[in-house]
């Protein structure tokens, strides 16, 4: 027979996995919301994000990351990145440029267009973080990081 406690545990663990995985979807939609008036998907905004992170993070003779580096980068495997990757070429965000130590592979780096869509999106996206969380109090939210953080560790390493 299970127990009251056990019902109690089974219910909050279902509690929480639908919270996060509502969480995140409310977050994608409200942040879809900023983005498409920019033109940006929120993969669209993920590669460039981190594309500008990576360089940003990188010294000024550092090379340009490779496709499949940004994908690790991202979590996404090469080939979901690369219809992405192509769309914010063609709308001239991202240049791919061959790399000089293996010519099978393609660097990418923002284009100017793309560093400045960048910045503007940053703004924005910052904005709707700051005011999401100015609503919550902050010592749940430094709770719910550590939760989420020791969450992801245990996944990753399942």
Do not use: Y
């Not at 690369?82 to 000089?100: F, N």
Request: hydrophobic share 45%.
């Amino acid at each position: 027979m299970v127990t009251l406690e056990e019902r109690l545990s089974e219910h909050l663990s279902e509690r929480f996995t639908q919270a996060l995985q509502a969480g995140g979807r409310a977050w994608q939609k409200a942040l879809e919301r900023q983005l498409k008036p920019c033109g940006l998907t929120a993969a669209s905004w993920s590669a460039i994000a981190a594309l500008a992170e990576m360089q940003r993070a990188g010294a000024e003779d550092a090379h340009p990351p490779s496709q499949t580096a940004l994908a690790q980068q991202l979590g996404v495997d090469g080939a979901t990145l690369v219809a992405t990757i192509d769309r914010l070429a063609a709308a001239k965000l991202i240049e791919r440029i061959p790399s000089q130590r293996d010519r099978r592979v393609k660097l990418v780096v923002l284009t100017p267009e793309g560093r400045e869509l960048e910045e503007k999106v940053r703004v924005q996206a910052d904005a709707l973080r700051r005011e999401a969380l100015a609503r919550l109090d902050p010592g749940e939210v430094a709770l719910a990081v550590g939760v989420l953080e020791q969450l992801q560790q245990v996944l990753e390493n399942a």
